[in-house]
Nanobody, 114 residues
Framework: QVQLVESGGGVVQPGGSLRLSCVVS????????MSWYSQAPGKERELVAR???????EYADAVQGRFTISRDDGKSTVNLQMDNLKPEDTGVYYC????????WGQGTQVTVSS
């Protein structure tokens, strides 16, 4: 059974940082790409960053240079380091197995507010 569990969300002031983690229970985690999405109130879920099985990274334009996605295959974990956070980064953040699978985590809330 595939399971994804996110952690690390919280409330932070503009300019602050948070680190999200997603632990994945799946066979051969190292063979899968991983993605992070965010969903702001009243909006659709959007891709934030993704990382391929070979470590290739891609970012949404809005977070380029501020967010860093990484993976630890030994721990079946994908992380999202978020720096210089802005109020518009507020939302629920979800990790997803691969780029287009139906497997998602439950989400973790990130609130950026002064």
């Amino acid at each position: 059974q595939v399971q994804l569990v996110e952690s690390g969300g919280g409330v932070v002031q503009p300019g602050g940082s948070l680190r999200l983690s997603c632990v994945v229970s799946v066979g051969s985690f190292e063979a899968f790409a991983m993605s992070w999405y965010s969903q702001a109130p009243g909006k659709e879920r959007e891709l934030v960053a993704r990382i391929s099985s070979d470590g290739t990274r891609e970012y949404a334009d809005a977070v380029q240079g501020r967010f860093t996605i990484s993976r630890d295959d030994g721990k079946s974990t994908v992380n999202l380091q978020m720096d210089n956070l802005k109020p518009e980064d507020t939302g629920v953040y979800y990790c997803r197995l691969g780029f287009d699978t139906p497997y998602w985590g439950q989400g973790t809330q990130v609130t950026v507010s002064s």
